[in-house]
Nanobody
């Protein structure tokens, strides 16, 4: 059985940083894409960042490019999202997701995200002074 668990969210002031972690069990991340998504109150879920399975290529939504960094530790089966220069508009529940049919991110950042099989429960990020 596959479990996806996010952690690392919290309350941070504008301009601050957080590092989210996504630990996956029951499923090896070595070859599969994994993405970070977020959903703010009253808004649709959107793709924030994604990393390809085999080649490690990374993708970012324009709104976070240059501020967020996705990385993956295959040995720990964990993906991270380093978030710097956080702004109030980054406030959302952040989720990670992966899928055994998806080796590449293709279309996973921005709106209208493709389906993913395995999702975590999310971690709340609140940016406020």
């Amino acid at each position: 059985q596959v479990h996806v668990v996010e952690s690392g969210g919290g309350l941070v002031q504008p301009g601050g940083s957080l590092r989210l972690s996504c630990e996956v069990s029951g499923f090896s991340l070595d070859y599969y894409a994994i993405g970070w998504f977020r959903q703010a109150p009253g808004k649709e879920r959107e793709g924030v960042s994604c990393i390809d399975g085999s080649n490690g290529r990374t993708y970012y939504a324009p709104s976070v490019k240059g501020r967020f960094t996705i990385s993956r530790d295959n040995a720990e089966n964990t993906v991270y999202l380093q978030m710097n220069s956080l702004q109030p508009e980054d406030t959302a529940v952040y989720y990670c997701a992966t899928d055994s049919r998806r080796y590449y991110c293709s279309g996973s950042v921005g709106a209208r995200i493709p389906p993913y099989d395995y999702w975590g429960q999310g971690t709340q990020v609140t940016v406020s002074s």
